[in-house]
């Protein structure tokens, strides 16, 4: 599945504000379809104040008189949900574990929201195949409409669109990495006698363990590595 098979739909969307901030966020992460079912009547000005280059999500959004005619050509239906009951889905997954589990498929995906206030109604998500749910904070467990779908949008972003590298960004050694790396300062060390007992073998898992866990990139490695080799370079000279 691919970012362009994702529909993001709002049921009885009501705050214009926030289906202009919704539209901003799924730009931000690459989606661009969007749907209203059984909308409110909403204030086009108010929504592209909020867009913000999102114009464009907006102006292609459709609207549908109900739910089920918005997921109609969807192979997929989530509804997000942090309520539970009766008549309601027993099993949830995280935007992460649903990000991962989509990728995995063929065909489309509707992500559905309810309403800003009430959320989705047991209707609504009985039209789903699954539910999904935000972890939060049970001090204030609601979240913002436009906030909700930023977060599945990052998710999904992540999961199903190639990432290309970014200058700068941190990407720690592997064990390969690591382990040559504690070898070749483990053997610098030895060069210059440092060891006077057999610990060598025992030192490199120590460099090797702290050295994980300090999630080192390789730039850093080499540059741990040199200050090695010019701290024994000087201590023969002394």
Not at 88 to 113: D, Y
């Amino acid at each position: 599945m691919f970012l362009r098979d994702i529909k993001v739909i709002l049921c009885r969307a009501s705050e214009s504000g926030n289906v202009g901030a919704v539209c901003r966020a799924m730009k931000n992460m690459g989606l661009s379809e969007l749907r209203l079912a059984a909308p409110k009547p909403l204030d086009t000005e108010k929504i592209l104040a909020r867009a913000v280059h999102a114009e464009d999500v907006w102006e292609n959004a459709r609207s549908f008189d109900s739910l089920a005619e918005a997921i109609a050509d969807c192979t997929i239906v989530v509804g997000a949900t942090r309520r539970r009951g009766h008549h309601r889905k027993s099993v949830s997954m995280t935007p992460r574990a649903l990000a991962e589990w989509l990728a995995g498929h063929n065909g489309t995906a509707a992500i559905v929201f309810g309403n800003e206030r009430t959320g989705l109604e047991d209707s609504e998500l009985e039209l789903c195949n699954a539910a999904t749910h935000i972890p939060v904070s049970e001090i204030q467990p609601s979240l913002n409409l436009s906030h909700a779908v930023q977060i599945y949008a990052y998710e999904l972003f992540l999961a199903l669109e190639p990432q290309n590298p970014v200058k700068g960004e941190w990407s720690p050694m592997n064990q390969a990495e690591i382990s040559a790396l504690s070898g070749s300062i483990t053997d610098t060390l030895e060069s210059y006698g440092f060891y006077r007992h057999p610990v060598k073998e025992e030192q490199a898992r120590f460099l090797r363990d702290i050295i994980s866990r300090a999630g080192l990139t390789d730039r850093e490695g080499g540059y741990f590595k040199d200050i090695i080799a010019k701290s024994a370079r000087l201590g023969g000279q002394v």
